[in-house]
Structure formats: C-alpha cells, structure tokens
C-alpha cells in the first residue's frame, strides 16, 4: 500500500520529478507514480484526489510547469498534505511555475518547495518528515538521510582540500 | 439569454469584474454573472463549465488573482473561448496572476488581458469582438464604442489645451 | 477564403509560428499566412488590419518579440479579435514580448497566449474556439483535439509505467 | 501539549502571524507561539529547532520577512516538518522572504505557503492536514471547515446577486 | 515655430509629461504638446509622425504607460528622434511601459528615458541636447542647468547641515 | 573628423558594440571607437567626455553591462546627447544593465536604447536621427535605410511563402 | 577626526542615510556627512574620494537610488572599503538601486548591504565591524550592540505573551 | 596565520569561489578555505563563526547559492565582517542567491558583493580593502592591482585598435 502519490502533469516533468521518487526510495517510503494533467484529463485529476486518503496515501506530490494548476486543484479536492513542485519551464525558467503554485489563496495550502531538482528531492523529504510525525521509522530514515548528508560533507571538505 | 458568462473566484473581485457588466452593458451584451470559485467550490466549476455551451454562452470571462487557476480549470472543460481576467494581488501587484492565467501548456488556451481595471474592461471587448465574428449587431456596437473613444480623446486635447 | 490570418513581424517569428499554422492545419481552419512589420512596414499592418473583416477574416493572430506592438497596433484598426502570440525574445525570454502585448489601455485588447511555442499552439486553439460559436464543424474538431489529447495522456502513463 | 509550534522573526510579524494563531484555533489545533530570530537568538532558534520533536510538536511554523534564513534553519536542526511564511517586506513586497524560504538545497525541504496574510492562513491549514495523517479528530475539523469555505462562497453568490 | 513635439497617449499622463514642458521652459525650448494615442486614434498618430520634420520639429518626446506603444510607433514614421518617456503604470509601476518603449528592434530605436517624474524632465533636457548639436543657445541654456544643479547641491549640503 | 565617439567598458564589450560602428558606416557616418572604464578608468573618462564636444564630437554612444556606470557618469561632464547601450551581462541577461543606465536622476539623462545587439544597431541609427537635425545628407541615408528595411521585409514574405 | 564618511547622493537620501548615523552614533564611531552627487557633482565626488584615506577615513558609506553610481564611482577612486546604500525608489522599490551598486565589475567592489532603512542601519554596523579589525573598542561597541538586540528580542516575547 | 576565511555551502560552489582564492593570492593576503553548509553542517557554522576572530582571521567570505543563508548566519555568531558572494544558481541565475544573502535585517549586515565570477573575485579585494584600514602592505597590493587594471584596458585599445 503506497505511502505517497507522485504525479506529474506531463511525462516531460519525469526528467525532474524521477529525482522524487529516487529519494522516496533512499528514505524506504512506498510510492506509487502517475500522469496526471490538471488541463487535459480534469476529470481524472478530481478522482484522484478524491479517492486519495481512502485508498491509504498519506501525502500527494504534485510536480508541474508553466501555469502550474495541478497542486492546487489536487488540493481544493483533499483534506490531505499536498506538496508541490515547480517544474522549471522554458521561457521564465520555473518563476510562472512557482508563482502559480505557492500563491494559492486562504483555506487551501499547497507545501511548495525549491524549482527544479532539489525541489523534486526535497519533496521526498518533506513527505517524510511528515509520515514521521506518527512513523518512527520514517524518522530514522531521516536521521540516517542528515548523517549522510554530513558525511558527504566531510567528503567535499577532502576534495576541497586537495585544490 | 445570457451570451457571456462573467465568473469571479471571490466576491472581493467584483471590485474589477464590475469593470467588465459595466463594458458588457455599454456594448449591448448580455450576460449572466457569478462567484465561482476553482479551489473553494471546484465541483461547481466543472459543473459550470461543462453546461456552459449548452445553455448559450458563447464566451466565459473568468476573473481571479494570485495563484488564479479558474480561468485555465474552465477552459479545461469547455471548447468555448475563455477570457482571463488578471485580477491586482495584494503583494505582487498581479504578476502571479497574470502567470498563473497567461502561461497555459500546449491544447488548453486562456485568451488573457492586462491586470486589473483596463483587463477587465478589454474583456467585454474581446467578448464583443468575439460574438461580433457572426453578430452584426455586435460588430456595430463595437464601432460605435470605438467613435466614442477618439471623441474621448478629442475631449483630452480640449483639456490638455487649457494647460 | 481564410478564415484566420497568421502574421508576425518578421521571418525569424516563423520558427514559433509554424506551431500556429500546425495546429489550425490539425483543426482544419483555413488560414492565410504573412510577414507584416509594425516597425519596418506600418502601413502594410494598417491595410492589413483595415481589410481584415472585409476580405472574410474571422480571427487575426499576431506573433511578435521584444516591444511587440503588432498585435495591439493590429487591434487598434480592427473590431476582429485579434490573439497575441508573445515570441520568446534572446535577453529577457519573452518576458518584454508579454508585457508589450498583454498590458493593452481600455478599450483595445488583445488575446494574449503563452510565451513561445505553447502560445503559438494555442493561438489556433483559441482561433478555432473562437470560430466555434458560430460553426459547429470547428467545434466538432475541438472535440477532437480533446480526446486526443486525453489519449496523448494515456501514452505518457504507459510510458511512465516503464520507468 | 502543543501539536504546533508557531515561530517568527520579529514582533513586527505577528501582524502577519496572528492569522496562523487565529486559523489553528478555528481547527482546533493546539499551538505554542515565541518570536525566535535566526539572526539576533541564533542559540535559541538551534535549541528550540532541537527540542521540538521532543517535548511533542508535530510541525513548526515560522514567519520570516527579507533575507527570511528562520525556516530554513529550523529545518537543518530538526527533522520534523517545518512550513515557512514569506512576510511581505518593505521593499520588495515579500519577494526576497519568499526565495529566501522556498530555494532550499537538496536534503532540507520547508514547506513553503503564499506571501503574507493568505500563507499565514494556509500554514495553520497545512499543519492540521499533517496531523490529519494520523489523528482523524483533525480530519474532522478540515471537513467542516471546507463545508465553512463552500458556504461562504454562497454567501459571496448571495452579495453578487444584490448588484 | 516649435522645435519639440510633446505628445502622450492620454490626459492622465499629463500629471508626468508636465515635467516635460516645465522644463523645456526651463531651457527656453520652444514646445507644443498634444494628446495623440495610439490605440484610439492611429490616424492621427501617423499624420502626427509623417509631418512632423516638414512641420520644422527637431525632436519628438512621446508618454506613454502600459504596453506603451506610442513611441515606438512614432518612431517607424519619422526619422526625427524620438524620446520615450515611460509613464508609471498602477499594477506593475512602469516596468510594462519601459520594456514596451526601450526593447525596440534593430532599425527603430526610441531615445529612452528613466520611468516616470525623472523621465519626464530628462526628456526635456536630452532634447534640448540633440538641439544643442547645432544650435550654441541650446549649449548655453545647458550649461547654465547644469550650474544651477551644482548650486542646487550646494543647497542641499547647507541643509545637511543642520541635521 | 568624427561626429560620433563610440565608447565601451571593456573590449568584451566589442562583440555588442561592433553592430554599432557596422551601422554607422552603414549610414555614412564618420565615428571613433574607444575602450573607456569607468571603473578602472575614471580620469580617462571624464577628460573624454570634457573634450568631446570641442572636439567635433555631436554624440557619444557607450556600451556597458552590469553596473553600468559609463553612459552615465560621461552624461554628467558633456551637454551633448550620450546614447546608452545595455549589454547583455551574463547572471542577469542585461536587466542590470538596463536599469543602471537609463533610471537617471533628473537632470542628467542617457538615450537608452535597447538591450544587446538590437540597441547597438538603434545607437546607431538614433545617432544618425540627432544629426539628421542639422544634416540632411543623415536625413538621406535614414531614408535609404528605411527603404532597405523595408525591401527586407519584403524578401521575408518571399521567403515564407515558400513554407 | 572622522572614521567614517557618510555621503549621499541628493538629500533626499536623507530620510534613509540618518540611520546610517544615528547608528554610527550609538557605537561611538565618529564620521562625517556630505551630499556628494555623481551627476551632478562629479568633480567633487572625485575629489572626495582621492582625498579620503589621507584625511584619516577608515571606510566610506554612499547611499543612493536609481541608477545610483555614487558607492561604485567612489570606490573606483580610492582603495578604502566603500559600502553602498541602496535607497529605496519611487518606481521600482529599488532594485534599481541594488543592482546598480551590487553588480560592479571584477576589480571595483561595493559592500552592498540591503534596500532601505534596515541597509542604511547595517552600513553603519559593518563599518564598525571593518573599524573592529585594528580597534579593540569597535569590538566592544559590537558586542554591546548584539547583546542589547538579544534584549530586545526578549522584550519582543514580552509582548508576544500579551496576545 | 591566515587573515581571511574563505568558506563555501558545497564543493559545487568551488567553480566561482576559487576566483576569490586566486585574487587573494594575486593581492599578498593569506587565507584559508573550507567547506561549510548552514543547513547541513549547521553546527560546524557556528563553530566556525565563533572562533573566527579568535584564531586571527580578520574577515570571512562566504559563497553560496539559492536560499543561501551561510553569510548571513556566520554574520549572526561573529562581529567580524562578513562578505557574502551570491553564486549563480541554476534557475533563477542567483537572483534568489542575492536576495537571500543581502536583505537582511538591520543589526547583522552581510556585505554583499556582485552574482557569480565578478563578486567572487571582488570579494578578494574587499577585503584586501578591509584589511588595508590597518596594513599598508595591504594598501600597498592595492595600488599595484589597480595600476595593473588600468594597464589592462591598455591593452584592450590596442585591441580594439586592430578592428
């Protein structure tokens, strides 16, 4: 039974989000991974997010371009935490994608996180944090993910060292 | 029967979308208004947008600010045209709501205009010009409204002659 | 006879155009296709725009770059909608193109797309949207172009499934 | 014992702030409140980024305007959840506090929500929607307050329909 | 016979272009200053421009605010040199009217100037330059602005002084 | 002897400002070139600008990127007419640039032209327009100019009419 | 004898550049203030700088809006430590201002600290810091100052347990 | 004992912060550099910045990128002064960089130098500046660099001479 949903609205958007569900892996959450276009399939969208919670998700992760709609609409459907991620777009580079995912109006929240790849990574972490508020195993995977991250430190501070 | 439909996300929009009856008004078009709301009532919105041809309209004017997904999640569910009313935001003065109207991928356009007051009054225009397509009627209204613009000016010359 | 005229200031616009005349070739609206300068050639775009509805246009979609004033000088000698197609432009992305074309006075608007190539699609989806009030065969491939993009859709989950 | 612990930079912010306290208090979420400056108490911010998990909160909310490091840093010294709210600044409108929170590297995520007045609301509702994954009473209290959000759109339909 | 055509697209821009004209009196510039827009009254707008060197105009200073065409416009007629003066737009403060008038294509430059008040009087003072290329009173009313900066200075330091 | 001084910051610069000096031979107009830095170069600035006029010099045209400091400050030590080229800097893409050139304090203007290699070729022309004040032989070559730009566009129609 | 220069560029600046020395006041470092203009002024401005460091100026603070030169031009003419004060402007809030005077060249720096008040307040704090390198009594002053803004905070909580 | 800490958020930093190495070599200063994240290393941050003026370093610069809170924090645990080097980041090219690291609050100052190669090689000779407030050897290196500057647009006239 998947923990997280990860969806995107266009195939194009896995070169970004894969870095989601390759972190979701690391951090051992179950995930399941779906297409899912606010403009093209509505309909779709809307079922989704209504049958979230029921089917056992705990967190949805919604990546997204341009005039980003997908977070948003997936959240006025869900009571749900759902995060979302700025796909870096072509011509403004992610600023359309960010603006139409974080300024979302009063009652419905979007978690939105950095543009681009560390935004798709960081989304993993975010739903970790949160699956640890009532999942102990999840926080020592989070405490195993930020020793790592000293530990890769350490490694840059030998590189550094050598220039 | 009403052949525009002038939709807003919140009552505080009407402070703009008056903007758009009034032109509608001026131009001898009419219209049916309402608050729609694309993260507070989205069944509604479906709802709206998918009887929208069958009862009439032949063009939607949709207002919204900030994260302002209403008018894209209409034209997702209907192939009538759909005007994008940019309405000011509190902290970035527009910008998120015109990028989150204006930048719509590939299948799905929004026909947007400028921020605020002059938007909304160009989208009873547009409207008008639309209908005006395949209304006599209304292309003459639009000739008529554009005598009185360069008698508007003609009136500014008198004024600025006075200075 | 055209029922749409495509033009833009210049040859080095074709290359974002193309996706204009593409897309109108899919949904089988006739279309006449023109380079007009507002800069280099402002007469041309002032007979170009006068002659519009005369010679049967219905919709008139205008690309331009930088300080583009094509479409909204266009829409000043035309009560036909006029659609602007902001072309990404080398230093600020289109960013200049947008703001030239959609921040149009009362009075005058224009239908303003999506920055690049996204816009150049929509623009015929627009056009043809447009057309569809009064023609039910635009409609009928409106359509169309809906399933076929939900289908698009399902291609992209199938692939996704792979990953 | 408080669930939420609701942070900001400077007394200056509760004016922001306040509608978190507000909002958590319509849901029923018990809070705690404490201005920590990442800048001025930077001993303080690690020890209460230190011990939230500890004494049995279950996300932190912190407010921050300009260079806005207090999410942020929060975040490296916790592995709970951490939402951040961009104050709107002086100069730049809350543009600075937004980049400064959402931009965050890879490995230490903050759930980042609109500019001012609206994120402060959404922080309170994003907090609930975490502890809504384990605690259904928190569930409850977001289903009530969407049916709230849906009559007030009602309302606003009623107002409309007097102009 | 005036030497400097002062034009703005509307009456509302007079509260800035007057900082033109007070200062081409300033620098003993002969002026004469109409309400000529582009988008209501293109006619006029290119009669204005085609006869302006006939007329004996040596330089042109075109307001204009929003998608601020004027200038440019103006200048794709004549080959007299034209001043863009951008006037501060309400939703996004002039930055819409600067990129519309600064970003002109190869060929057809306009002789920008900063945003707004600023603007307004270096019009002024940049046409009285291009006069001073061949007319020694120019020189001399310039050289005598600029003393009486100097002296404007020395003021200021004098009320420094008190604090 | 010239009639334009064509400056630049750095010899990095060149690859911008070379379609300045193509232009102005182009349009028949005798120039000098110089690398003058405000910042590594000051004295040598201020005796350019103070000689420039004595020397013949009708118009300065200088290009910079970044802080662009240099069409500026040679503003504030000559009356004539100083035409500003914003180069394309390489984090910022020219806004920079842009904004450190033409937002002058009154009193002290700079004819911006725009961004990169566009406003290089308008420098020229723009400089071709001062002197066509006072020269008809410029007024000539502009005409030329505008008769060439024309059969250009032209030639693009030639050349779309094959696709 | 003077530690500190403080200038700026109109005294407009003044509503900002008194807290640079109200601040200064309050950690005992001495200085001195001047208007000093890079346009109009410039003579001065150069004069100023090359003389500072003879007269026994350890740092110099420039403050100005727009397309403010003053901290750059300054630094180009002395080899002190100039900090740049970006005021805020009319239009553009000063990001103008800011990039002006933070994207100098490689060479020439600014210490460029933030937009306005809180900026005019840190530029007299890290004059103190640059004066606390050789100056024990600097030193001291500093950490006087960071612990009565750790006071401050506490009074801030103070009142935060009023709400 | 080195004068100067030149630190950096990650080793990805390296490719712009070795500028500030290389120029601190040219300019006789000597130096020592690490790697050091505020968000995952945030101890080892306070460490640093509270001993720093304890082992003899006079100033410390610190790079980083995106919502780069390293300089403002190391500012926050020393009263030595602090340089701030905003690295391009890969979507917004270090405008969130530069925001986040320059706005800050007032009471702990970060001075900020220009985005990427340009500030990083600035802030070398910033604080060589800093440091020549009480070394002359330091004021010394000074001179030398800026005779060698003004050497080098020498040789770019003779450059430019040969086009």
Redesign the interface.
Known sequence: MAQVGVIM???SD?ETM??TCEELETLNISYE???I??????D?M?TYAQNA?EKGL??IIAGAG??A?LP??I???T?????GVPV?????????S??????????????????????A???A??AT??????DEKA?QA??A??TA??D??QE??D??AT?
């Open positions: 609205g266009s195939i896995w894969q870095h991974k779906e297409v276009s606010a403009h093209r399939t509505p779709d809307f919670r705990k967190v341009g005039a709609h948003g609409m959240a006025s459907q009571t749900l935490p759902v995060i870096e777009s072509k011509a403004l580079q992610g600023v359309d960010l603006l139409s995912i974080v300024q979302m109006p009063g009652g419905v929240p979007t978690a939105t996180v950095a543009i681009g790849k560390a935004g990574k960081n989304a972490v975010l944090q949160i699956i640890s508020t009532f926080e989070l405490k993910y930020r991250m000293k890769a430190v840059m501070r590189e550094l220039y």
